[in-house]
């Protein structure tokens, strides 16, 4: 219960004015902070669900399959550039993001990852990573500028932002899994 | 019953799939428009647009307003004079095609007239002077213009699709097309800044009759 009022007060937070302003002002606190701090909060509420609720929820989320595809369908639009010029153009747009990526993104995610096997989560990741990398890449290479509402410095850098944090986060991967040895080879 | 629970899963996977695509596709206009400039150019080809009637400022400090270009098409750029990037780009495109149009006048037939809008309210007419004679423009048949209140520039600009942003440092960045204005006045198409409107202007004109 707690973590649901914190996670909820920390959503009510990020939807200040003063702090949207601050934080979409840059595309890489958008992108990396905003966008990740929202859908987190949503899979902090999710662990304070009553027991009841989650069962139920199961239900429909078998291995949590369901639940993981709503969180990448919903997350892989808010990479598309429309999606966060439209968020900034548009009020309409930018509370379905305050709303999509706790409810349809972290929720979904916090319920579903542990119940996913371990097929499902090496796709996940294996898919997921690389798929920020190339968008990283993009926004680093092209010559375009794919968001009306950024400047291409900002691109460059939401860029640079998305591919550090892509390799990162297969760095980490990497060192999980040479950590956690099967038992087979366990002394 | 064991196969209850996987039922229910299969379905709310179907229905998550069915309706997320299905969002994708209307989100994308199909999956066609994966940026803001992609989705103004969509959208303007689609339905031209009504421009509102915004009094201007040529080079010479002559007032006129586009919709005094009716019954003929027209194509519209938008730039800052002091730019040294993507509007340089954008005028040498115009150059070439002001060029070629005089050209064709030259042999008796109507040209495409061409306005050049600034969105830098410290361009000042002396200034689109100097930039029109960098582009060997006659002032004429290619007009350099300024908003003449620069409280109406928002909605010119909102009418169009322009997002201007300063970038802090004295300069702008904002999105570059060529727009062509039809002969009933609307925007109709948004085209790359290399591309020739008047191939577009050919197709307006046989869908007229």
Redesign the interface.
């Known amino acids: 219960m707690r973590r649901g009022l914190l996670a909820s007060g920390i959503i009510a937070l990020l939807a200040l004015p003063w702090m949207r302003q601050r934080m979409e002002s840059a595309m890489i606190v958008h992108m990396l902070v905003q966008i990740p701090l929202l859908a987190g909060m949503g899979a902090l509420m999710a662990t304070a669900l009553p027991e009841r609720w989650q069962s139920s929820l199961r239900a429909w989320n078998g291995n949590g399959v369901s639940g993981t595809l709503m969180a990448l369908g919903a997350s892989t639009w808010w990479m598309v550039p429309r999606a966060l010029d439209s968020a900034l153009a548009s009020p309409a747009m930018e509370v379905a993001k305050f709303v999509t990526l706790p409810l349809l993104v972290g929720a979904p995610l916090s319920l579903s990852w542990s119940r996913l096997g371990g097929m499902g989560r090496g796709f996940m990741i294996a898919n997921v990573l690389p798929m920020w990398a190339v968008v990283g890449w993009l926004y680093v290479a092209a010559p375009v500028r794919v968001c009306n509402f950024y400047l291409v410095e900002q691109q460059t850098t939401a860029g640079a932002g998305l591919l550090a944090s892509s390799i990162a986060l297969a760095v980490a991967v990497g060192c999980l899994a040479f950590r956690s040895r099967p038992s087979s080879s366990a002394a | 019953m064991r196969s209850v ?2 039922m ?2 299969a ?3 179907l229905v ?2 069915a309706a ?1 695509g299905a ?2 596709w209307r ?2 206009d199909g999956f066609r ?7 103004r150019r969509l959208a303007i080809a689609r339905r031209p647009r009504a421009l509102p009637v915004v009094a201007l400022d040529d080079q010479n400090g002559q007032p006129f307003t586009l919709a005094s270009y009716r019954g003929a098409p027209l194509a519209v750029d938008f730039i800052y004079t002091q730019c040294v990037s993507v509007c340089t780009r954008l005028s040498a495109s115009f150059e070439r095609l002001d060029r070629a149009e005089r050209a064709r006048a030259a042999g008796g037939g109507n040209r495409l007239r061409l306005v050049t809008i600034t969105f830098d309210p410290r361009d000042t007419p002396e200034q689109l002077r100097a930039y029109a004679s960098r582009y060997r423009a006659d002032g004429r048949d290619w007009r350099f213009a300024r908003v003449h209140d620069a409280r109406e520039l928002p909605s010119l600009l909102g009418a169009f699709g322009i ?1 201007v ?1 300063p ?1 802090g440092r004295g300069d702008f ?1 904002h ?1 570059a097309a060529v727009h062509v204005v039809d002969a009933e006045g609307r925007l109709a198409r948004v085209l790359d800044i290399d591309a020739d409107p008047r191939d577009v202007v050919r197709t307006l004109a046989e869908s007229r009759r």
């Open positions: 629970p996987w229910r899963t379905v709310a996977s998550i799939c997320g969002l994708a989100g994308t428009a994966f940026t803001t400039e992609q989705a997002t942003i970038d960045q999105n």
